[in-house]
């Protein structure tokens, strides 16, 4: 089945540093991966889509200063977030599509990021 | 834009009772809809999607009729389980503009009690 494991799993920087968080899709080829951040309130907001050979697009409020992210294969995809503040904590998820024409995300168990 | 509203939670059931989780889409398009899972410390998990109007959905229980005169996708199970404890969401999206971006529900927060 279609596996995405996301790293770490939890994380704690303190404000105005950065982390990295990584996922990783097993079993299938990612050929697109949407990265959305799940508030304490437990709403959806996405960050970004990123299709592998095309440009990164970013929704409004988010941007390439602020979530850098890579997609250099169809297993990987990383995203940094940078100068972390409180407003910035919340559980990260990858969502990894399969294909081109296939709606379906297969998520990642999330990266919490506590902020300091 | 696009959205999806769904029941406002928290849901509480007796084990054995049946569940039914109000789900509303509007876009002008031609979406699929599904309906996710989300188990404490994990992301959500695909339950079952619905590509076409007119037809229904169904994994481990639940199931959704995808309703496009009602745009409605109402998710239901006639016999809850403690295990059944879970955050749903309901969410669409619309391939037809170039974008596959998921839109989610606020989410439905169902709790068993044995």
């Known amino acids: 089945g279609a596996l995405v494991y996301q790293y770490p799993r939890r994380t704690i920087c303190k404000s105005g540093t950065s982390m990295r968080m990584e996922c990783q899709a097993v079993?299938?080829?990612?050929?697109?991966v949407a990265w959305y951040r799940q508030s304490p309130q437990k709403t959806f907001e996405l960050i970004a889509l990123?299709?592998?050979?095309?440009?990164?697009?970013?929704e409004q409020n988010f941007t390439q200063e602020k979530f850098p992210i890579s997609h250099p294969n169809l297993s990987f995809s990383s995203m940094t977030v940078l100068n972390a503040y409180l407003e910035d904590r919340g559980l990260y998820l990858c969502?990894?599509?399969?294909?081109?024409?296939?709606?379906?995300?297969?998520f990642g168990p999330g990266t919490r990021l506590l902020v300091l | 834009g696009d959205s999806v509203t769904q029941t406002e939670g928290p849901v509480t059931l007796s084990e054995g009772t049946s569940l039914t989780v109000n789900c509303s889409y509007e876009?002008?398009?031609?979406?699929?809809l599904f309906w996710y899972v989300q188990y404490p410390g994990e992301g959500p998990q695909l339950l079952f999607k619905?590509?076409?109007?007119?037809e229904k959905g169904s994994n481990r229980g639940f199931e959704a009729t995808y309703n496009k005169e009602a745009t409605s996708f109402h998710l239901q199970k006639a016999s809850v389980q403690e295990s059944d404890s879970a955050v749903y969401y309901c969410?669409?999206?619309?391939?037809?503009?170039?974008?596959?971006?998921?839109?989610f529900g606020s989410g439905t927060q169902l709790t068993v009690m044995p």
């Open positions: 079993g299938f080829q990612a050929t697109s």
């Open positions: 990123s299709t592998v050979n095309s440009a990164i697009k970013y």
């Open positions: 619905v590509p076409k109007a007119n």
């Open positions: 969502g990894a599509r399969v294909g081109i024409n296939q709606d379906t995300q297969y």
């Open positions: 969410a669409l999206s619309d391939g037809s503009s170039g974008s596959w971006q998921l839109i």
């Open positions: 876009t002008k398009q031609y979406p699929t």
